[in-house]
DNA sequence: TTGAAAGCGATACCAG
DNA sequence: CTGGTATCGCTTTCAA
């Protein structure tokens, strides 16, 4: 135990040879010979070689450039996640990270065009919202050809090559909800409602997996109907929410997993069945406040954002600056937002906002928010 | 903007003077003249001087010494606690960290003994579980007059001149309960009891607050009881929440707001008292997941020890290594444990166990847990 | 009290 | 293809 850690010096010297030809095999570039390095690549396995970063830091003047390609501020969910992943990359100790974002103004638009940019920007890594995964996926898989690492945020998208997703935890956020749900209506029979995007995302699909397998086990009181998709527009949310009102005249409980719940509320104030129906939502932004404090929304599962970015950058940079061995899936926990802890969350966003604005002024920053 | 960073030769050009009495000036060592050093330190503040982290990590060849005062695992909180402060430790990028877990037996007793020790063997910052805050106070006192900062962790001590805390937020805590509880019970009237260790400790009167403001706002229907100080003590816990149950017939809640639920869960269970009563605890251990299993234990509320150590841990080091400016309070957002989502919180916890002991193994460690 | 200089470990360039 | 070496900014030691 202790020893002082091996060098490329001390490489260099178990071979006998130098220190520059050591560098270049380890970082195989261009003018060693396949002997050299494959003992070079030996020898550092056996001395247990670890670069030492802060020397490589003070040598190497190039600085880390990352994309953030996310979706314009629609509600904040995406100002704080971008808020987070700026947060992040300013804490970092050895700051030569250059942060470029690329917003796109609508689901599916712009996107492919911004990844595109930022692959030809050569940029070190990119953070992504695969709005449309289908449509991504060839984006990430050049990407990853290209060696430009890349980590999706809020959406997964699956066999793409992506270096890692982080997102909150599908399962915990549907059986939660449904857990609430079955004590907050108690034990009267009745069915239950589901509302999500699209169910060919993966996410959402396992949010109603969830849903359904605990309500199922914990309260057989309660029938779940067939998910309503929204494809987040309005006018089709709140259609498709009055015709399952006419319909089903024993519904007790909406959970409408994802941010588009104002229809759904409309509808059900239309509907007149606002003080019947248990609704969970999705998220917290302003137009939910008043909702959630009049009892409208009894409880909603805050998906946090700003931890999203944070961990996203985190996960990137720890992979570019030493091929981080940590895991690359990150599924958050929810946090759950009702009345009574209404004020908190309110406070903690807005002071989070406020500090940011005051940013390189003497005020306090806030340490970073939660993580998993 | 941009400017390539100021050095210190950049301060000793300035100044036509050398780089060595700069940096004495700059690090108040002996040996400068007070004109010197106050050219020299005003010159870096007119210049923007931040020092580069990783060329002085580079050269100097001290590393920092952390002593983490705890509690022995008397449930696995402090060990959560502890693995979330090696795990912060080991992602350290630059690492020149070590950490020395100093433990005591029983709650209040070698506490003094720890710290005395920490500070004599000139720890560089101490992270400390101030079991009675009161009796620590001095020995916090003492060790930041010698210029060793101390962060409390899951109790605060205040006034005693620590540098931070980091613990669960009180009010979303003592909230969240309330709300839940007085949706779970549902209209009808009753008593609610409060369980904690005693109300000299802040964060147990806050608790106790917040519960009962959001109970008396949301829920008129619930009365809530005086609160029932346990000191830890199981036996005292039991007989005081027998004598409960005896005089208040019409209690129809019990919210446990630290770890010690089982003798409370042993109580109801005699009285016969558990399906008509709303329990629910604080944090997650083994004793208590059949108790959620069953539906005995409604919900409880994790106070995350794990991200407790890794803020608590990042605070210091941060302080440590360049004086930052962030904010040295931080409040965690609790997270709800419910039958639904049992099963993942027990996943998460296995997993993070699991690679802990994998450790310089090829298993991929996990992802810091949350922060805030 | 001050100045000068030898490292720390990796990068990048130049000459062989 | 390979070996040597200046350099990054700071700490630390040694002379002056």
New interface residues.
């Given amino acids: 135990m202790g020893k002082t850690p091996t060098t490329l010096r001390d490489i260099a010297k178990a071979l006998g040879t130098s220190i520059g030809s050591v560098h270049r095999a380890l970082h195989d570039n261009p003018g060693v010979s396949p002997l050299t390095k494959d003992r070079v690549l030996q020898m550092a396995r056996t001395l247990g070689y670890r670069p030492?970063?802060?020397?490589r830091?003070?040598s190497s003047k190039k600085n880390l450039r990352i994309s953030v390609n996310t979706l314009q501020g629609t509600t904040s969910f995406w100002d704080e996640v971008r808020a987070g992943i700026r947060e992040a990359a300013s804490?970092i100790?050895?700051e030569n990270v250059e942060v470029e974002f690329r917003t796109y103004p609508r689901l599916g638009e712009g996107e492919e065009e911004a990844f595109e940019a930022a692959i030809n920007d050569k940029v070190d890594g990119i953070i992504s919202f695969p709005s449309r995964p289908q449509v991504l996926r060839p984006w990430i898989r050049r990407s990853s050809r290209a060696l430009i690492p890349v980590v999706c945020v809020a959406t997964d998208a699956p066999n793409s090559g992506r270096l890692g997703i982080v997102a909150i935890?599908t399962?915990?956020s549907g059986?939660?909800a449904?857990?609430?749900m079955g004590?907050?209506i108690?034990p009267r029979e009745g069915s239950v409602a589901i509302t999500l995007f699209d169910m060919a995302i993966t996410e959402h699909a396992e949010k109603y997996a969830a849903f359904d397998n605990?309500l199922r086990s914990?309260y057989p009181n309660l029938r779940l109907l067939k998910p309503i998709e929204d494809h987040d527009v309005e006018a089709e949310a709140y259609t498709k929410c009055r015709k399952l009102f006419e319909r089903n005249p024993d519904l007790c409980g909406v959970y409408v997993s994802t941010e588009a719940s104002i229809p759904v509320l409309n509808a059900a104030r239309d509907a007149k069945l606002l003080d019947r129906l248990t609704i969970i939502t999705t998220d917290l932004f302003p137009d939910l406040v008043s909702q959630i404090r009049s009892g409208a929304v009894?409880a909603t599962i805050y998906q946090r954002p700003r931890?999203q970015g944070?961990?996203a950058f985190?996960?990137l940079h720890?992979f570019l600056?030493?091929s981080a061995?940590?895991?690359?899936q990150?599924a958050?926990?929810p946090?759950?937002v009702?009345?009574?802890?209404l004020d908190?969350?309110l406070q903690?966003q807005s002071k989070e906002s406020a500090s940011e604005k005051a940013d390189q002024s003497?005020a306090?920053?806030?340490?970073?928010?939660?993580?998993?």
Wanted: cysteine-free; aromatic content about 8%; overall charge negative.
């Fill in positions: 030492n970063l802060a020397a830091y003070l804490s100790l050895l935890d399962l915990a059986s939660i449904a857990d609430l004590r907050f108690g605990t914990l009894a931890a944070q961990i985190r996960m720890e600056v030493e061995t940590r895991s690359h990150v958050l926990t946090h759950l009702m009345r009574g802890n908190f969350f903690r003497e306090p920053r806030e340490l970073a928010e939660d993580f998993a």
